[in-house]
């Protein structure tokens, strides 16, 4: 079985600061992972995705993650939050079959 | 360009009172999926088709079905909606499994 944890329901940045958001992911073997973000009453957009290779991705808007395996992660990163950043993000895993999603994040910019 | 729409983006129905949420897609995807997503919650599955095979995960209530009825089309029946059937339903398709899912915009219901 799959299960995705992101620590913290809500982050709080300035903008221009640092933004990162941790997940990580409980898998018998190495998964497919994407982050997502959803605004308010719209759909799932994708950030970004892990399948092989190259372990830093990089996604839209500036976002980029790293998988690390030995630690079971997948943490987003952008250097410098935008106020356009508020939403709420999520991360999930996929092991060739339906996705399973975390709890999610809110990302909160202050000015 | 190529999109999943939802329609209606909100429905109100009465308790009990049957109703219909449509999806349709133009990327030609073989896979469809119906979530359902409740408040500050991540998105439940309900179901999703591979082509014409239906999937249905173990704990959606039998309230709940679909059909597909081609490869660009897919609804959502709720035949007894109840209070707790309030959400934001968002419907998504993938080119296969465990591809990345392409997310309309999703129908919020409402329940009185």
């Known amino acids: 079985a799959q299960s995705v944890t992101q620590l913290g329901s809500h982050v709080s940045v300035s903008e221009g600061a640092l933004v990162l958001l941790r997940c990580n992911y409980s898998?018998?073997?190495?998964?497919?992972l994407f982050w997502y973000v959803q605004y308010p009453n719209q759909g799932l957009q994708l950030l970004l995705k892990y399948t092989t290779g190259a372990t830093l991705v990089k996604g839209i808007n500036g976002f980029e993650a790293e998988f690390k395996k030995s630690e079971t992660s997948f943490h987003l990163t952008k250097p410098s939050a935008h106020m356009s950043d508020a939403a709420e993000y999520f991360c999930a895993v996929s092991l060739y079959s339906t996705l399973t999603f975390g709890k999610g994040t809110m990302l909160l910019v202050s000015p | 360009d190529a999109m999943v729409i939802q329609n209606p983006r909100y429905q109100v129905t009465q308790f009990g009172k049957p109703v219909t949420l449509s999806c349709s897609q133009t990327?030609?995807?073989?896979?469809m999926y119906w979530y359902q997503q409740k408040s500050s919650q991540a998105p439940k599955l309900l179901f999703h088709?591979?082509?014409?095979?239906?999937?249905n995960e173990a704990d959606t209530p039998d309230n709940f079905q679909s059909r597909r009825p081609n490869t660009s089309f897919c609804f959502l029946d709720i035949r007894s909606p109840g209070l707790g059937d309030a959400a934001m339903y968002l419907c998504?398709?993938?080119?296969?499994?465990?591809?990345?899912?392409?997310f309309g915009d999703g129908t919020r219901l409402s329940i009185l």
């Open positions: 990327l030609n995807h073989n896979v």
């Open positions: 998504a398709t993938s080119p296969s499994q465990g591809q990345p899912q392409h």
């Open positions: 898998s018998s073997v190495p998964p497919y």
């Open positions: 088709y591979y082509d014409k095979d239906f999937n």
